[in-house]
């Protein structure tokens, strides 16, 4: 099983989730134009968070990928979170990426989107990843563009139609 210290990128920005962070965490995933598409606009509990930085680093021990908080550099100032999960029936891999309003259109999306595949790709031995993302959101079509995901396919994911894309 991989340390801790094998589960900080190379991008330097990316953080393993743990206790410390979920307050943030919340926090972030609860403001309006970030909980949007993520949480499809619903306010989430703390203790849901708590539930999602224990499932990541449950993942973390029986997988190895989960999801890290991204830093930014210079501040040292948390700025949203990126990382990889199983999701639908089929259990595929999605990569999620999430950097807070004040860090848009910085860069930090597709800079920890492509760390946590090469992760995914290099360190998991994983061969395909998804990215989905609502349709009108245009930000993260983007992100998933400039990385080089092809679509795939659409799908109704928790009630609502999503656009998936692959990268193989």
Not at 10 to 28: N, S
Not at 95 to 109: D, E, I, Q, S, T
Request: proline share 3%; with cysteine.
């Amino acid at each position: 099983m991989a340390e801790l210290n094998d589960r900080i990128l190379t991008t330097t920005r990316l953080i393993p989730f743990a206790d410390q962070y979920v307050d943030y965490l919340h926090q972030l995933w609860s403001a309006t134009k970030v909980r949007l598409y993520l949480w499809d606009d619903r306010v989430i509990s703390r203790q849901q968070a708590v539930d999602v930085v224990y499932g990541s680093l449950h993942s973390f021990a029986t997988e190895q990928f989960g999801f890290w908080v991204l830093e930014e550099i210079a501040s040292g100032e948390l700025a949203g979170f990126a990382g990889l999960r199983r999701f639908g029936e089929d259990h595929e891999i999605d990569v999620l990426y999430g950097p807070g309003p004040a860090f848009w259109r910085k860069g930090y999306a597709t800079e920890a989107a492509r760390a946590v595949l090469d992760f995914g790709f290099q360190v998991c031995g994983q061969n395909k990843f998804f990215a989905g993302t609502d349709q009108p959101n245009q930000a993260s079509t983007r992100v998933i563009e400039r990385l080089g995901m092809s679509f795939d396919s659409e799908r109704i994911i928790d009630g609502l139609p999503a656009l998936l894309r692959a990268f193989r």
